[in-house]
């Protein structure tokens, strides 16, 4: 048994670390296109009217004169002793720094996600069940959720339940009313994506000649979907909720700000925005690093609800 | 009992009487079909794709489909009726009352669940034993349908199983409460002949228990072996019921006698085996089929190929294609590899075909790609024309590749779907360029005449053809390059008995018609059989019989050859 799951553990491991290298060298020449001097960036941007002797000696105190490319092992040899540098505008390590925004992403993704799943479970199912009109009425809403961006749809929600009904706060306020909003915007348009594929291999699954076999048996409708149907229709959804993820770190930029919501998003942006070249390293790395765990966890979910990927 | 039509069917196990069932406002594809089956006696409907066989079979349980409409003057299960039940009260019988079986076990199991629990499945719905009662009963039917080592096997994924320890366990599942009526809808369908040959005895075993068995097939020459009553399905009716003997022997409805006389076996090379002309429409009765078809007289195509000059008469003697010590191993998924050919030599002689059998996974797919040299063999050659194919560099042989042509199983498949037959055909035509050639229009208007097609398929899709149809047109795509080889992969196996029939006749002419030289590939030794003059037994990656056909089959000289034989279905002679 464990002869089988070392190797294949040290190729997921070998695999992380080349994934983690092509993020950190991609981040690297990207944000060499952002225009401006990071000297200036240091010195607290282009308003700040430093002299040239002060930008000379940023530049040397931090390597900017050097060649690319030795700054760009430089770079490499601090991220793989841990040392992810010192954020240029806030003064702070990026290290702690990101990590205390990580948690608030996070809860954010993650509640988003289980929301996403349960909200295209019960459309899948409910319009799978219902004749014609409901699975016509299930793709439409399907559709029209996949559809809505984040920053509309926040700012609908923010109208019609902050504004209009006044029953929840616009912006974060650190309770669990203030998670309501900024969950559903990042929930909505993911339940639509995955609902639709739930639908499709729910609807083969029940027309599958296994589910003939177990409604010859006198299986009833409930048994034909929560013993076969649903368990082969939740596959492709569980394979896509590694990318899933992904997407709603990308779209906690969005919401984050909105909602004024601390975390990884708005330290992100701020950080793009200022040109501070190691949060914004920082940042990408911890959500490459989140992405890779979260791809491992979706492949150990598939192996648990596929046994025939346990056989090899 | 066994076999006798029943009087008074009381005692019936199942009585369908005037049964109609529709779907949406469709015309009815079920048109009043009645029949009684009794308890230990086997009744077998036939019928081709289409005629309305399975619909019939899943009215019964009331699986018909969401929109069908089904209506019956009786429909009664064990004496009782079915009519007008409601899901809940279907759900109680479904299991107990009647059981079904379905085709091909990999896809008819659940195959994210261990079989055990799949044949438990009818325990848990229907009865009170607990979890230990019922692991005791799925182990002590395992056991009934002849699975060796029942622990072993229960908590097995029907993936993991061969194709007829899998149907035996479908079988178990749908047995696991001994219902007075089993239906088997095709259960023997996707399994090879010895294979085949078990299940229907096991499923004859369960008949001779007292048990009632519908057997629903397309094959009469399978359910003869164990149907005591065979009903004919033809559009939606049954147009002839009786002994299997009787309706075998002295078939009375022309779809019967058209089903009878499609079985390939025992009838000799050249015999046609469907009343038919070369587009497969019948021909008129009174006139003798293989003079009704003139074609072969008429088309010039024998004599204007440039490839067929030559002196015919040593030409009769020529090897065409010789393979010399075929050796091919794969990588199995978990690393060690398997020899699936091995040590493969025959030779092919010009104008003659080599029959090549063998049961699923004994290499004969395999020994075709290496002969197209789509595969590189890791041992061995193979010659062509006296020349080196296999190890000829594929520019050389991409010249020669026209004059070996391919006919797949499935057409279908082997066609972009999104290309219309002409485009289709045009590109094979376009293989060979040829200066001077006739405008492309007239020579697929003759290519398709060849292959019995009318010019009007032209526009059409692959997808909006019949399974014939398509064969036809894959025999055309073959013959587009002039080809003196064609190697046939399974080329009839997912077809109609009868259009199997109409298409191996067709087969038999271009062969006569262009001199061709034949790879035939099938697991149907009864197919083989009618188009082989030579005959390759397969097995395990190895040829174990090689031979004249005749010599094979009247006195195989393998224990194998014999047992394969053993297996065949045959028609009545």
Redesign the interface.
Known sequence: MLARVLPRLAARLAGAVFVLWMVATITFFAVRLIPGDPAQAVLGGPGSQASPEALAAVSAEYGFDQPVIVQYFAQLGRLITGDLGRSYALNMDVGPLVLSQLGGTLLLAVLALVLAWLLALALATWSTRGGKVAARVGSSLEIVAAALPHFWLATSLIVVFSIGLGVLPPISTGDIAGLVLPVLTLAVPLAGFLGQIMRESLLAALE???V??????????R?VRW??AL??ASLPAISLSGWAFGSLISGAVVVETIFARPGLGRTLLNAVTLRDVPVVTGVVMIVAVAYILMTLLTDAASRL????LR?? | MNGQVLESDSAAALTVRNLRVGFGSAEPVVRGVSFVVAPGECLAIVGESGSGKSVTA?SL?G?AGTNSRVSADRLELGGRSVLGLT??AW??????D???V???AL????????IGR?IA??LR??TTLGAAGRARRVLELLDAVGLPQPELQVRK?S??LSGGERQRA?IA??I?LNPPLLIADEPTTALDVTVQAQILALLEQITGAGTAVLLISHDLAVVSRIAHRVAVMYDGQLVETGRTAQVLGSPQHEQTRRMVAAIPADKPRGTRLSPANRSGAPSTPDTPSFLSTPSFLSTPSFLSTPSNFGAEVSRESTVVLEAIGLSKSFRR??GTSQLAVDDVSFTLHHGSTLGIVGESGSGKTTVARLLLALLAPEHGEVHVFGEPWSAASEKTRRELRASVGAIYQDALGSFDPRWSIAEILTDALNLRRERGAPHTTTRLTSLLDEVGLAPTVLPRRPLELSGGQRQRVGIARALAGRPEILICDEPVSSLDVTVQAQVLDLLDDVQRERGLSLIFISHDLGVVQHISDQIAVMRDGRIVEIGPAERVFAAPQHPYSAQLLAAVPRGPV
């Open positions: 599958s000649p296994f003939l076999s177990a409604r010859a048996r006198g299986e009833s409708e048994g013993v076969h368990r082969h609800v596929d046994p025939r056989l090899t | 899943r349980l699986l899901d809940r759900q109680a019988r479904r299991g107990k009647v059981g079904l379905l085709q091909d896809v008819s199991l659940d195959p994210l669940r261990p799949e499945d009818s719905l229907h994924l993936g993991q479908l599942a749908a696991a998924p978990d």
